[in-house]
């Protein structure tokens, strides 16, 4: 099987969007975005998730039957070049991220200019499948990312930005018995221009959290009543460990 390429060029995004569109989403599957959010939890995950595992569920649970062999090669090879991209962004900081590692996902073409007024009612949700997708990639892992989140307070609140993307709603952290207040437009394309540095904190724990440590032994040295190393001919403790 030839290697699947390093990062989609923009042929490759709009045919994995295509099939995804007509073979994925009917079946309850994943669109792009949602499939950009998903493989980024795998590749930050605490552990592992092999494709075997996560590729049905991209399709909605079971994968369709390809019209060729040829047809199935191909897919895979853009799943696994998606897989690739994702796992090559988290790499990178928001600051020094290449264009064509950015996340998959829609975006006004001028954010600086473009207010909530000039925008569709179905526009506004920017970054809710995405961070739908993520978590449904964190599900795979729940346990372990419990663990995580359970010991570090800045990973809780990377959570907490992620779930007010998929919920529209932000959670009072002072008086959580009071309503929820939604989240706007601009709020949400700060939390979106955000998950690069995000996310590379999230890899850089996992590369640490994966890393062994073996515990540094000081050398046994010679016994109090040894031959001074130091060729004296006397002990040790008459000679340097005296000292």
């Not at 964190?138 to 359970?150: F, G, N, Q």
């Not at 221009?193 to 515990?215: E, K, Q, V």
């Not at 540094?216 to 060729?231: K, L, V, Y």
């Amino acid at each position: 099987m030839s290697t699947p390429p390093p990062y989609l060029d923009d042929a490759q995004i709009e045919r994995l969007a295509e099939l995804l569109e007509q073979r994925a989403v009917p079946f309850k599957g994943f669109n792009l975005e949602a499939l950009d959010g998903f493989l980024s939890a795998l590749v930050v995950s605490p552990s592992l998730v092999m494709p075997s595992e996560w590729q049905p569920l991209v399709w909605g649970g079971k994968p369709p039957r390809w019209d060729s062999p040829e047809e199935a090669l191909e897919v895979l090879q853009l799943l696994m070049g998606h897989w690739n991209m994702c796992a090559a962004r988290v790499r990178h900081g928001e600051d020094d991220l290449p264009d064509h590692l950015a996340p998959l996902m829609w975006l006004p073409e001028d954010p600086e200019l473009t207010g909530e007024e000039a925008l569709h009612e179905d526009e506004l949700d920017v970054g809710h499948d995405w961070a739908l997708g993520f978590f449904d990639g964190v599900a795979l892992r729940e346990a372990e990312w419990d663990r995580w989140l359970d010991e570090n307070d800045w990973m809780e609140e990377i959570f907490d930005h992620l779930d007010r993307l998929a919920s529209g709603e932000a959670i009072n952290g002072d008086d959580p018995t009071a309503a929820p207040t939604p989240v706007g437009y601009r709020e949400r394309l700060a939390v979106v221009l955000s998950l690069p540095g995000m996310l590379a904190d999230l890899h850089h724990h996992r590369i640490d959290a994966l890393t062994p440590r073996t515990p540094i032994r000081r050398e046994d040295g010679p016994g109090r009543n040894d031959p001074c190393p130091c060729g004296s001919g006397r002990k040790h403790k008459k000679c340097c460990g005296a000292h």
